[in-house]
Structure formats: structure tokens, C-alpha cells
């Protein structure tokens, strides 16, 4: 069946294809439908083990959305959607779950539909689910932003203090985050109450509105949020600094490998090498530069230079440098946490091999029963983490060669400068 579905003859005409193309979508949504109920199923049996092991109630589940992002090559964060929309949608709204196995709903609008629902009661909820998907045919033609809109206001009709105090209790969760932009620029953004988030962007704009100097409007905002959050000119530099991993042929012998930025990702060696040479020669400015060594074969990092050989902090440091981003496969998640992949109380030395760089979420799940990391140096200096899941299941992850390494050499150089002066050499 799947042979046929998924073979595709270029020569079968338009309307043939564009049929398979709809026929293909209803089974993404029929599969994101069987995927739930097998989810949801997981958890109770797990939970069930658990329950009839002793397991007190508070500690039962730990891990399985973790397992399921494993399981989705996911990354654990979004583990915890898939398993939540599945247990909503298989307990709770049978209609919504009806309409995406009949491809009536894709994945993201059933998904809309179970976060605007979220803040009900269980029969509020599954009024909410009967009115909205009972009948298929009332969902034909909606986008994203009309079923998120009908959802909302049969929420409200249906419980309006319920909806209240969900608009009161978001503002404890703004938060702020940044991640690259093409051109090595980044996305600095913030979520904010919907009043705070409005007053910000005003401020900026009547900055905008009062500048002639020659830039753009969106230069003008983007050097107006910079002079006040850090409370310096744009060009100035400030009392914080870049991790910036470049090799010595890329520093020195005009090498085109990128450089890796701490926190941003790669960025290209032309732009590299300008921001360590406006560092070096600003007075304003210090550049500190510490040696890192790499295995001649597969560039990994296999040590730093420190001036002590015991020292905590600096090895802390080498296992960020080495690993990048948490270390659990499909989480790109920053790292928080440098801990002993074997713990200590079952013998594990604290070393870099057997260190692994994890977020603060991972490094909580690996600690549940039955999960188990297990870490060995290969022949040519690799780093592996292999991860092993309650279900027996294993997942290997290698930590990348360092930036712009070739076999050529054996080194790469980490260079701390002010992100102004990278700011202002970009």
C-alpha cells in the first residue's frame, strides 16, 4: 500500500498528481493521529509499570516525553508538546482527534485548537472539541488564524474566567532569547506582556521618527535598544564578552574555514578575523587567548590549556568549546549543565571523557530510572555519548570536530573579545 502511495510518475498528469499531493497530506494527518494514540498509550503503560512497581505518584512518567522525542528525532522540548497534544487530544477531545485522522485537521491546527482549550476544565474542554470538529465539514477552509480565532471565542463563551486568568497568569512567562540570523546577525527576541511588548516597540519607533542623521528607520530602533539595555553608544564597546573558536590557519595564514562564536554558531573566517583584529588594536578593548589542542585525524578537542591541571572551571569550559549545544540527540538546546555521564556514585571520574554537556532538562532526564549515558574516546579522539532509554532503545551522538580544523594541524585558538567591537566589525 505504502509502495503505491508514496511512488511518484512525473508523466501521470496534472490531476493525478495534485490528487496524490491531497492524498499524501490525509496521511501525514492520519499518521500525526496514530502517533498520539500510541503516545498517550506509552505514557499509561509506563505509568502503569511504575505505579504497580511503587513508584510514588509525583515521580511517575519522568522521561517519556523525552522518549518520545527520541522516538520523533525531536528535540525534548518539543517532546513535551508532542506528548501533551497526544494525551489532550486521545483522553479528552475524541472529535478534534476524529478530525485529524480523516486529514479534515493537520497536525498544527489539531494543535492549535488543543493550546486555545488548554486553560479549560475536562468538560468544558470536550465541549469545546464537540462544537468546534463534530461536524468535519464546518473546518473546510479554515487557516491557522481562523481556527486559532474559533477556538478562542467558544473558549470564552464557554469559560471566560477561566480565559482571564490565563491572559493574567502569561506575563510570568516572558522571557528573552537569541539565535542566528543569516549574514552574522542575530535575532534578539523577548516576549512580553502585551502592553509592555506595545510601549517598547512605541518608544523605539518615536526614536526612529525623531532621527535625521541619514540611517534607517531600522537602524535608528536597533542602536535606540542597544544604548538603552546596555547603557552605551552602539559603537561603544561593553564590559562583555564573545567565546569566539578560530583555527591558527584561519587567524594566521588567511585559511577560508569558519570560526565558531559561543552562543551563535559559525560565522565566515573573513568576518572572524576582522573582529580579532579590531579587538587587538582597540585601546578600549582586551583579548585574552587561550590554546586548544586537537586530535590530528578527526579535529576533535581533546584538551585545553590551563595553568593548573586541576581546575574545575577551565574543564567546565573545555566541554562547552567541545560540545556546542546539549549533547542529546536533536536537542539544540544551550549548555547548562557540565556533568559526569556516569555519576560519580557508580565510580565515574570526573574527567572530560566522562563529562557531557547537557541543558538543564536533559541533564534532569538522564537521571530517571532506567536511563543510562555511556561515554568513549575513539581512536582518532572523537567524543561519543551513546544514550540508552528505559525501552532499551539507544541513540549516539558525536561531538563535532572543531571550527575550521583541518588535518594539517592539531590546534585551534579561543579568543575572548568585547561583542560591541563584533557588533560594530559585522
Same mark, same amino acid.
Given at each position: 500500500?505504502?509502495?503505491?502511495?508514496?511512488?511518484?510518475? @512525473?508523466?501521470?498528469?496534472?490531476?493525478?498528481?495534485?490528487?496524490?499531493?491531497?492524498?499524501?497530506?490525509?496521511?501525514?494527518?492520519?499518521?500525526?493521529?496514530?502517533? *498520539?494514540?500510541?503516545?498517550?498509550? $506509552?505514557?499509561?503503560?509506563?505509568r502503569s509499570a511504575?505505579?504497580a512497581a511503587g513508584? +510514588?505518584?509525583?515521580?511517575?512518567?519522568?522521561?517519556?516525553?523525552?522518549?518520545?522525542?527520541?522516538?520523533?528525532?525531536?528535540? +525534548?522540548?518539543?517532546?513535551?508538546?508532542?506528548?501533551?497534544?497526544?494525551?489532550?487530544?486521545?483522553?479528552?477531545?475524541?472529535?478534534?482527534?476524529?478530525?485529524?485522522?480523516?486529514?479534515?485537521?493537520?497536525?498544527?491546527?489539531?494543535?492549535?485548537?488543543?493550546?486555545?482549550?488548554?486553560?479549560?476544565?475536562?468538560?468544558?474542554?470536550?465541549?469545546?472539541?464537540?462544537?468546534?470538529?463534530?461536524?468535519?465539514?464546518?473546518?473546510?477552509?479554515?487557516? &491557522?488564524?481562523?481556527?486559532?480565532?474559533?477556538?478562542?471565542?467558544?473558549?470564552?463563551?464557554?469559560?471566560?474566567?477561566?480565559?482571564?486568568?490565563?491572559? #493574567?497568569?502569561?506575563?510570568?512567562?516572558?522571557?528573552?532569547?537569541? %539565535?542566528p540570523a543569516p549574514?552574522?546577525?542575530?535575532?534578539?527576541?523577548?516576549?512580553? @506582556?502585551?502592553?509592555?511588548?506595545?510601549?517598547?516597540?512605541?518608544?523605539?519607533?518615536?526614536?526612529?521618527?525623531?532621527?535625521?542623521?541619514?540611517?534607517?528607520?531600522?537602524?535608528?530602533?536597533?542602536? /535606540?535598544?542597544?544604548? %538603552?539595555?546596555?547603557?552605551?553608544?552602539?559603537?561603544?564597546?561593553?564590559? #562583555?564578552?564573545? =567565546?569566539?573558536?578560530?583555527?591558527?590557519?584561519?587567524?594566521?595564514?588567511?585559511?577560508?574555514?569558519?570560526?565558531?562564536?559561543?552562543?551563535?554558531?559559525?560565522?565566515?573566517?573573513?568576518?572572524?578575523?576582522?573582529?580579532?583584529?579590531? *579587538?587587538?588594536? &582597540? =585601546? !578600549?578593548?582586551?583579548?585574552?587567548?587561550?590554546?586548544?589542542?586537537?586530535? +590530528?585525524?578527526?579535529?576533535?578537542?581533546?584538551?585545553?590549556?590551563? !595553568?593548573?591541571?586541576?581546575?574545575?572551571?577551565?574543564?567546565?569550559? $573545555?566541554? !562547552?568549546? %567541545?560540545?556546542?549545544?546539549?549533547?542529546?540527540?536533536?536537542?539544540?538546546?544551550?549548555?547548562?549543565?557540565?556533568?559526569?555521564?556516569? @555519576? #560519580?556514585?557508580?565510580?565515574? +571520574?570526573?574527567?572530560? *571523557?566522562?563529562?557531557?554537556?547537557?541543558?538543564?532538562?536533559?541533564?534532569?532526564?538522564?537521571?530517571?530510572?532506567?536511563?543510562?549515558?555511556?561515554?568513549?574516546?575513539?581512536?582518532?579522539?572523537?567524543?561519543?555519548?551513546?544514550? /540508552?532509554?528505559?525501552?532499551?532503545?539507544?541513540?549516539?551522538?558525536?561531538?563535532?570536530?572543531?571550527?575550521?580544523?583541518?588535518?594539517?594541524?592539531?590546534?585551534?585558538?579561543?579568543?575572548?573579545?568585547?561583542?560591541?567591537?563584533?557588533?560594530?566589525?559585522?
Open positions: 500500500m505504502f509502495e503505491s502511495i508514496l511512488a511518484v510518475d @512525473p508523466a501521470a498528469g496534472e490531476p493525478a498528481l495534485i490528487a496524490q499531493i491531497g492524498e499524501l497530506e490525509r496521511l501525514k494527518s492520519a499518521a500525526a493521529a496514530a502517533q *498520539a494514540r500510541a503516545a498517550a498509550a $506509552f505514557d499509561a503503560a509506563r511504575e505505579d513508584v +510514588p505518584s509525583r515521580g511517575r512518567g519522568r522521561g517519556v516525553a523525552a522518549e518520545v522525542a527520541l522516538a520523533r528525532r525531536d528535540s +525534548p522540548a518539543r517532546g513535551s508538546r508532542h506528548l501533551g497534544f497526544a494525551k489532550a487530544l486521545v483522553n479528552e477531545m475524541p472529535h478534534t482527534l476524529a478530525a485529524l485522522e480523516s486529514g479534515a485537521l493537520s497536525e498544527w491546527r489539531a494543535t492549535l485548537i488543543v493550546r486555545e482549550s488548554a486553560c479549560l476544565d475536562t468538560d468544558d474542554r470536550r465541549a469545546l472539541d464537540a462544537e468546534l470538529c463534530a461536524d468535519p465539514d464546518r473546518l473546510s477552509g479554515l487557516g &491557522d488564524q481562523r481556527i486559532c480565532a474559533e477556538a478562542k471565542k467558544i473558549a470564552y463563551r464557554i469559560d471566560p474566567h477561566a480565559v482571564v486568568d490565563r491572559a #493574567v497568569k502569561a506575563p510570568a512567562e516572558r522571557a528573552v532569547s537569541l %539565535r549574514e552574522c546577525m542575530a535575532y534578539l527576541t523577548a516576549l512580553l @506582556p502585551m502592553t509592555q511588548g506595545v510601549s517598547v516597540y512605541a518608544a523605539l519607533k518615536r526614536a526612529a521618527d525623531r532621527c535625521g542623521d541619514g540611517r534607517s528607520r531600522g537602524q535608528v530602533m536597533a542602536d /535606540t535598544l542597544i544604548e %538603552r539595555v546596555t547603557g552605551r553608544a552602539a559603537e561603544e564597546p561593553t564590559p #562583555v564578552a564573545v =567565546q569566539l573558536v578560530i583555527s591558527d590557519e584561519t587567524l594566521l595564514a588567511g585559511s577560508p574555514a569558519s570560526a565558531m562564536a559561543t552562543g551563535y554558531g559559525p560565522i565566515p573566517a573573513g568576518v572572524a578575523r576582522l573582529l580579532v583584529r579590531s *579587538a587587538a588594536t &582597540d =585601546q !578600549r578593548s582586551r583579548a585574552t587567548l587561550r590554546r586548544l589542542y586537537c586530535h +590530528p585525524r578527526s579535529g576533535a578537542l581533546v584538551a585545553m590549556e590551563s !595553568r593548573s591541571r586541576i581546575f574545575p572551571t577551565g574543564l567546565a569550559s $573545555f566541554i !562547552r568549546l %567541545r560540545d556546542e549545544t546539549c549533547r542529546t540527540p536533536y536537542c539544540d538546546a544551550p549548555i547548562r549543565h557540565t556533568d559526569h555521564a556516569r @555519576p #560519580v556514585s557508580k565510580g565515574g +571520574p570526573t574527567s572530560a *571523557a566522562n563529562g557531557n554537556g547537557t541543558c538543564e532538562a536533559c541533564n534532569y532526564t538522564k537521571e530517571a530510572p532506567g536511563w543510562t549515558v555511556a561515554t568513549h574516546t575513539d581512536s582518532d579522539g572523537t567524543h561519543t555519548a551513546v544514550l /540508552t532509554t528505559p525501552t532499551g532503545a539507544s541513540h549516539t551522538s558525536t561531538a563535532p570536530s572543531a571550527a575550521g580544523w583541518t588535518n594539517s594541524r592539531s590546534s585551534s585558538l579561543e579568543i575572548d573579545i568585547g561583542i560591541a567591537l563584533a557588533q560594530h566589525a559585522a
